[in-house]
């Protein structure tokens, strides 16, 4: 999902490369608030971003990912697709 997300973030706007860590760290908050059961912190990924952005410069950029994609963030991943195959054969291995 994390990898979803950032392709079509980056499709719909033209950034610095500079942003890459921050879009990522984003990404990956939303991408965990969404399918998760815990979230990592703030501050750890802060620290993954090598503390070049604040916890504000996170928050802010997850609000404007969600903005831009208009909060579209589901999709089918081709696993889902074949785990409901398997579900609908009937074939329990």
């Known amino acids: 999902m994390i990898i ?9 706007k033209t950034l610095p490369i500079g942003n ?10 939303i991408s965990t608030k969404f399918g998760e059961s815990e979230i990592p912190y703030l501050k ?5 971003c090598d503390k070049c952005y604040n916890d504000d410069h996170l928050l802010k950029m997850e609000l404007q990912i969600l903005i831009d994609l208009d909060f579209n963030i589901k999709f089918t991943s081709s696993y889902e697709i074949l785990d409901e195959l398997v579900l609908l054969s ?3 291995e």
């Open 90 to 92: 009937g074939d329990s």
């Open 4 to 12: 979803n997300l950032i392709d079509r973030y980056m499709k719909s």
């Open 20 to 29: 890459a860590k921050l879009i990522a760290a984003a990404c990956l908050l």
């Open 44 to 48: 750890d990924l802060v620290t993954l």
